[in-house]
């Protein structure tokens, strides 16, 4: 069983940042492709950002390409999410995956092996 805790959300300004942190307890980052995803109140679970396993080879949203980078620590086993430039529509609950099967976007989401989430953290964006 793969356990994935996410942290780093909370309030920030329009324009700010934020280092989203994805700490891997269990599992391994070895075999399939890691990735963010984002789900806002009344809106379908959506895919952010995915970091390939074969190349490395990073992989975004329009909505957030240019200012999220998703990093990779297989020693610490930690995926990060670093925010910048962040709007008020970056505001949702923030998880991490890592068993994406391939790093395209199908209907605005990544494809897993499993199904199993966080917790997630809640990212809010206001003034």
Not at 31 to 47: D, I, S
Not at 110 to 123: F, I, L, S
Request: hydrophobic share 25%; proline share 2%.
């Amino acid at each position: 069983q793969v356990q994935l805790v996410e942290s780093g959300g909370g309030l920030v300004q329009p324009g700010g940042s934020l280092r989203l942190s994805c700490v891997v307890s269990r599992g391994t980052l070895d075999y399939y492709n890691t990735g963010w995803f984002r789900q806002a109140p009344g809106k379908e679970r959506e895919g952010v950002s995915c970091l390939s396993s074969s190349d490395g080879s990073t992989h975004y949203a329009d909505s957030v390409k240019g200012r999220f980078t998703i990093s990779i620590d297989k020693i610490k086993k930690t995926v990060t999410l670093q925010m910048n430039k962040v709007k008020p529509e970056d505001t949702a609950v923030y998880y991490c995956a890592t068993d994406l099967l391939s790093c395209t976007l199908y209907r605005g989401t990544y494809y897993r092996r499993n199904n199993n989430w966080g917790q997630g953290t809640q990212v809010t964006v206001s003034s």
